[in-house]
């Protein structure tokens, strides 16, 4: 390497972007630059606070304690709790109905005791979709249901299938890989983990030190960052043709603004969404064929939250009432698929966050969602009031909110979508988030100049906030690596050796 401070440009301050900063920053690297396209940090964490409230648009929970960093960080300040009402759970049908909850209860808890038998996953060569539905009509025929009348049981399948297309962020769980869900490392012992009403960007504050509850100086990255900074181009290896006298400058980033960052390593946190949109525009040379294969290949979907909030709250204000999920009656479905609100059908619930009163939050996925987001607001309003009033006849459901706002993951061109996981396309192109990983290397001395992180590029934890901050600390901890190997092999000088003896 020549002899200088090794500058490193970051684009995506989201939560890989912030962990790769804040790893970088901590071990001495100063020669470093954020470039942001929104206006704000955290990326797919945006909490927002609304009155008493904290609203997440994005991550919201802390899924596991087992294994999980971020549960570890969190629970030693005392900023998380579990929320007490995952075990009343209650279904509405489209008649106004309320199923039984030993009923549902027992719908729902046998699927989860049929699926936690790994092994037949691993056997079974189709989709998630295709599995699921292999697992529930064998339940029916082995009478795993006795007592709970056909339809109903239907019912809460179709919802159950719909939760699952809610959680894993896709359109259909007939195109998600049933193999490939193995990757991902489930610790969920408890999946609803909340932040006590500070909202998931807490996290954020955690690794930037900025909680009055930690030692140390806080790490002032926005101090580093340019907000509303949007690339256009990414040229890298341009030392391939012709090796210049210094090669401090590896990859030049330059912004729509015309403003152009050049450095010596640049780690991109941008999603999946993104790079699928945009890397045929960005990088000069074009990416090698199995960078390409891997971002075109891995999957992101999208999924989206609608907040209501009442005046006052028009549903039992008691311990057995956080929300409800909507299992349609068949005519009733018939009918909304002829309306212009048939988006409505993706509708998953409706969910009461702990430690509000007044708000109620809807979740929808899929193709449904990114039609939702191109409605004018009064028609999403208009379609949610709807099914409130259809769902719960016997509720004194209001005529409007006081205030709606709502997530548009898949429309905002700086993310292209909620989250990532595995397709049957993934598999079919051996597409894999190791291969995402992998950065592109310097033509002459092989060193790393593009890399990538983001919760796609994470094996095990792909879809996962804990995913993504893991993937930054790698990507900065091969930057690391790097310089410290090359101080032991003496090829230091005076102005690097002050940036490595903070290691």
Known sequence: MSKFEASVLIVGAGGAGIAAATRLLERGFRNLTILEAENRIGGRIHSMRRGTNVLDYGAQWVHGKENNFIYDMASQYGLIEIEQHKENDLYYKSNGEPVPKEASDLVIDTLYTLLEDVNSLQT????????????????????????????????????????????????????????????????????????????????????????????????????????????????????????????????????????????????????????????????????????????????????????????????????????????????????????????????????????????????????????????????????LMYLLRKFLPHFSVPNTPRWFSRSRWYSNPHFRGSYSSRSMKSDAMRATAAKLAEPLLDAWDHVPTVQFAGEASHPQFYSTVQGAVASGWREADRLIDLYRTQVSHGTSNSKVSPLLGKL
């Open 124 to 383: 079974f060569s189709g989709s998630l979709g295709a599995y699921y539905d292999k697992v529930f009509y064998d339940a029916v025929r082995a009478e795993k249901f006795v007592g709970i009348d056909q339809h109903t049981c239907y019912q809460l399948y179709q919802f159950f299938i719909k939760y699952h297309n809610t959680y894993n962020a896709t359109d259909t769980l007939h195109e998600v890989s049933g193999a490939g869900l193995l990757e991902f490392e489930d610790n969920q012992d408890e999946f609803l983990i909340n932040w006590k009403n500070r909202g998931f960007h807490t996290l954020l504050d955690l690794l930037m030190r900025k909680l009055p509850e930690q030692n140390g100086a806080p790490i002032m990255v926005e101090e580093y960052t340019k907000f509303n900074h949007v690339v256009k181009s990414i040229q890298w290896n341009a030392r391939s043709r012709s090796r210049p006298e210094n090669p401090d400058h590896r990859v030049s980033v330059t912004c729509t603004n015309g403003a152009t960052f050049r450095a010596n390593h640049l780690i991109l946190t941008v999603s999946l969404g993104v790079l699928q949109d945009m890397h045929t525009l960005w990088f000069d040379p074009p990416l090698p064929d199995p960078k390409r294969n891997a971002i075109e290949g891995l999957y992101i979907g999208t999924i989206d939250k609608m907040f209501l909030e009442f005046e006052e709250p028009f549903w039992p204000q008691d311990s057995s009432w956080h929300g409800f999920g909507l299992l349609w009656e068949a005519n009733d479905l018939e009918q909304l698929r002829l309306d212009d609100r048939q988006w409505l059908e993706s509708v998953c619930a409706f969910f009461v966050p702990d430690r509000t009163e007044r708000l109620l939050v809807a979740w929808i996925y899929g193709q449904d969602a990114r039609v939702m987001e191109a409605l004018p607001e009064p028609a999403v309003i208009d379609g």
